[in-house]
C-alpha cells in the first residue's frame, strides 16, 4: 500500500536585492518564474517543444513539467493527467512589498525521482533571481536552502550563498510507511479535523465543491496519490479504490467554518486569465476514519485538488474535533494575481 511513495520537503530563503512587488498570493508568481527558469537553465535546445525533442528521454525539464507515462504503460491504466512531482508551498503571509535586505520564505515539496533533481530546482530558483519576479522584476538572491523535516528530525542545511559552489545531500525523505505508524498511534476519537489554509479546488460531478464533503475530497486524494505513485515513484499502485470511496461516503460533517478564498491567475500559455479560488477553512470529520488517516496524511504533504503546484489544497490534519471554535463560513479573501 504505497510503499514506494515518498516525499522530500525543503525551505528556501530569498533575500530582496531590489524593491519586491508581489501579489498577496505568491504561489503563481513562484511558479510561473521558477519554470521559465528551469528550462533556460537545462534545456540543450532553446525553446523547442519538449514534445519533439529527441533528448526528452532523460531531460530533467521534460521529467518535472512534461511528465508522460512509459512506452509500456498499459493506456487503459493512464489518468489523463499525470501530476508533476513538486509542490511549491508559498509564504501565507499577505505583504506585498519586500525592501531590499528583507527575506521571502517558501517550501518546496519534492515527489519521487524529482527529489534527485534538487540541485536543478536550486539553481533555477538562482536563475529565477536574476530574472526578476513579480511587478517591476524585482531581483533576490537565493541566501538559504534547508530540509523541513516533518518526522522531528532536525533542520539540515543544504545550500547557503556563501557556499554556493556546492549543494550538500541531506536524506529529507519521507516514506509512506512511516505516515502508516503514525497514524496507527494516533488515538482517534472517531473524528478528525482538516484545516484548509490555502483554497482547495475539489470537482463533484462537473461542478467546484464549496465545502469538503469527504467522498469526493477521498476520491480526489486518492487518485492523485496513486497518480504520483505510478509515474514519479516507480511502482504501481494497486489498490481498491471502489471499495474506498463507498466507505468514505460513510464520513459525515459535523462540525465546519469553511468559506470561499477567490483568486485569479494569468496564464502566458493560454493567453488568459484563470481563475484559481476554492474553499479554505476547519472542518471536523465524524465515522470509521482510521482506514483513511495515513492517506490524509500523505496528502497534507502533498496537498489536494487542482492548482497544487501553486500551493492550492494545502491542509492541516489534527485528531478529534479541534474546529469547536471555527468561524462560520464567510468569504475570506479576493485576490487577482
Known sequence: MLEAFHVARYNFVLTALDPLSLPPYKGSTLRGVFGHAFKRVVCARGRQDCAGCLLRTGCPY????????????????????????????PPLTEQTYFAPGEELAFRLVLVGRAI???????????????????????????????????????????????????????????????LAQLAQAWALDGNVTLDFVTPTRIRKQGKWLSQPEFGPLMRTLLQRLSSLTNFHCGEWWEYDFRDAIDRAKEIEIVRQGTG????????????????????????????????????????????????????????????????KNAPKAQVVSNHTL
Open 116 to 178: 534527485d533533481l534538487l540541485a536543478y530546482f536550486v539553481v533555477a530558483f538562482q536563475e529565477a533571481g536574476r530574472m526578476g519576479i513579480g511587478q517591476g522584476r524585482g531581483r533576490y538572491a537565493l541566501t538559504r536552502v534547508e530540509t523541513a523535516p516533518w518526522d522531528g528530525r532536525a533542520v539540515e542545511i543544504v545550500y547557503t550563498r556563501a557556499t554556493r559552489s556546492s549543494i550538500v545531500k541531506r536524506d529529507a525523505t519521507l516514506h509512506f510507511p512511516a
Open 62 to 89: 521534460a521529467s518535472v513539467f512534461e511528465s508522460r507515462p512509459p512506452d509500456d504503460a498499459d493506456v487503459k491504466r493512464v489518468q489523463a493527467a499525470i501530476p508533476r512531482p513538486f509542490v511549491i508551498e
Open 260 to 323: 470561499w478564498d477567490d483568486w485569479e491567475r494569468y496564464s502566458s500559455r493560454q493567453d488568459r486569465r484563470i481563475r484559481l479560488g476554492g474553499f479554505v477553512g476547519r472542518v471536523t470529520y465524524a465515522g470509521d476514519l482510521a482506514r483513511f488517516l495515513p492517506f490524509l496524511l500523505a496528502g497534507s504533504l502533498v496537498h489536494v485538488g487542482k492548482g497544487t503546484v501553486f500551493g492550492n489544497g494545502q491542509y492541516l490534519v489534527c485528531p478529534g474535533g479541534a474546529a
